[in-house]
């Protein structure tokens, strides 16, 4: 019975009847990549990312096109050995997890080790970086993930990325991109965010010929708002700074009755992540309902920062959302911060 069984089994393997059939590796990392890589925005905002985890103290970015055309990014940060220069942009490598514990408490801003793979996979790419240990840099190019050029180069210490022509392999996703205007707001909506989570490092955006931000390094978020927005803001806004343990919430929140006509100005951070959040919004309601003039919303720059442990990062494809371990806990944080400063 067992051998019939068998002989049937073997018959029916490999015959027309399977549909199932492993994707090939460029057309699996196509896929992969457009869960990461969504527009121009998600490639800012990884090498960003990157240049931050780094340890830069610059970042200079540079679009054409609203990030269509070209996309570079350079910093002053530790740069990177030639051997991993040429690893960097495989998938799933990384310098900043090695053990699934780690996972659990993440403290940089990337850990996935996919974007400079996601990236390269629907782009022409050049990395020139050096780690300053040996004097000479290594510049890698690839096309569409494949490696296409290494040389050595003369480089100072750091690291810069250039992508061009993103999607250029996937025409679907490029022509549902965005008017050049609408994807660069996007860029310097995430900029402005970055800026402000980070004001000891300094900042600078050009888009084709023209600089659209560039703050110079100053010690306080206090200083950073002021960099960006001017006084007038400044002036509108209270300042909040409340701990609980281990955890704090800091920032800078509408000065009651003060408000805004729109959302659109709730920026909310966990351990320096930009992130959206249902649980942080409604908090941010709740501390403001009833203290603000009819039909206005506050206003809110608003950074929490919590112990790894209690936040789980790995939750959304582009990072872009968290989860709380005790969101009960989170909630009160918010509120009773806002309550505090009001
Ligand atoms: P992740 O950030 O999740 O580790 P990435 O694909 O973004 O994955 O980057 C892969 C690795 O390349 C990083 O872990 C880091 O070691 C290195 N790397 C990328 N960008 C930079 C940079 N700007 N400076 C130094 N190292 C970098
Ligand atoms: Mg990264």
Do not use: W
């Not at 990549?33 to 931050?52: D, H, M, Q, W």
């Not at 096109?65 to 740069?79: E, F, P, Q, T, Y």
């Not at 997890?97 to 790419?125: C, M, N, Y």
């Not at 006084?231 to 955890?247: A, K, P």
């Amino acid at each position: 019975e067992r051998i019939r069984r068998k002989k049937i089994l073997a018959s029916i393997m490999g015959s027309e009847m399977d549909k199932i059939r492993r994707l090939p590796p460029e057309l699996a990392e196509k896929i992969a990549a457009g869960e990461v890589i969504e527009r121009p925005f998600s490639a800012v905002k990884e090498l960003v990312e990157n240049s931050l985890d780094a340890g830069a103290t610059e970042i200079r970015v540079e679009l054409q096109a609203g990030g269509k055309r070209l996309i570079k990014v350079v910093d002053n940060g530790s740069g990177m050995s030639p051997g991993d220069a040429r690893l960097s942009i495989e998938r799933h490598s990384t310098s900043k997890i090695s053990t699934a514990a780690d996972l659990e408490r993440i403290s940089t801003l990337g850990f996935r080790g996919e974007a400079l793979a996601s990236i390269a996979a629907v782009s022409e790419l050049v990395i020139r970086t050096s780690d300053g240990s040996s004097g000479a840099g290594i510049e890698v190019s690839s096309k569409g993930g494949v490696e296409t050029e290494v040389k050595e180069i003369a480089f100072p210490r750091g690291t810069s990325v250039e992508v061009r022509d993103l999607f250029f392999n996937l025409p679907a996703r490029r022509k549902f991109l965005r008017s050049e205007q609408s994807e660069l707001g996007l860029s310097v909506r995430y900029l402005t965010s970055a800026a402000l989570a980070f004001p000891e490092v300094r900042f600078v955006l050009v888009h084709g010929r023209k600089e659209i931000i560039n703050c110079l390094p100053v010690g306080s978020l206090r200083e950073r708002i002021f960099e960006l927005f001017g006084n007038d803001v400044l002036e509108r806004l209270m300042e909040i700074d409340f701990r609980d343990g281990e955890s704090r919430i800091f920032g800078f929140g509408s000065r009651p009755p003060e408000g805004k006509t729109d959302k659109a100005h709730q920026l909310f951070f966990v351990n320096r992540r930009p992130v959206r959040d249902r649980i942080l919004q409604a908090a941010l309601n709740q501390g403001y309902h009833g203290f603000l003039t009819k039909d206005l919303f506050p206003e809110a720059f608003l950074f929490l920062i919590l112990p790894p442990e209690e936040v789980d990062v790995n939750v959304h494809p582009a990072k872009a959302e968290v989860r709380f371990g005790d969101s009960q806990r989170v909630f009160h944080l918010v509120l009773k911060g806002i309550e505090a400063s009001r």
